[in-house]
């Protein structure tokens, strides 16, 4: 049983940082693809930032120079620096993996990952 837990979250007002972790006890966050997801109430989750198998990185539009994920192997975790939050960025944020190997991550790594977290709030708010 694969179990992924975030942490950082909290409440910080507009402009403000935040750092995310993501760990696993019995996986190997160093080796396969990883996503950070997110989903606001009423709202469908979405992607957030993604690190593929070989190290590549990935965004969305609505993070992307604000936000970085990394990963480090040594501690077997994975971050996401948020930076500059927005009010908009309020929401529960997930770390999800699997083990697969053989998907096309050339335009990608935002995928239906098998093992989720179960999620860490965000909240933006003065």
């Known amino acids: 049983q694969v179990q992924l837990v975030e942490s950082g979250g909290g409440l910080v007002q507009p402009g403000g940082s935040l750092r995310l972790s993501c760990t696993a006890s019995?996986?190997?966050?160093?080796?396969?693809?990883i996503g950070w997801f997110r989903q606001a109430p009423g709202k469908e989750r979405e992607g957030v930032a993604c690190?593929?198998?070989?190290?590549?990185?990935y965004y969305s539009d609505s993070v992307k120079g604000r936000f970085a994920a990394s990963r480090d192997g040594g501690k077997n975790t994975v971050y996401l620096q948020m930076n500059d939050l927005r009010p908009e960025d309020t929401a529960v944020y997930y770390c999800?993996?699997?083990?697969?190997?053989?998907?096309?991550?050339?335009?990608?790594?935002?995928?239906?990952?098998?093992?989720w977290g179960s999620g860490t709030q965000v909240t933006v708010s003065s």
């Open positions: 999800a993996t699997d083990s697969v190997i053989n998907r096309d991550e050339a335009a990608g790594c935002f995928f239906d990952y098998d093992y």
């Open positions: 690190i593929t198998r070989s190290g590549g990185i």
């Open positions: 019995t996986f190997n966050l160093g080796y396969y693809a």
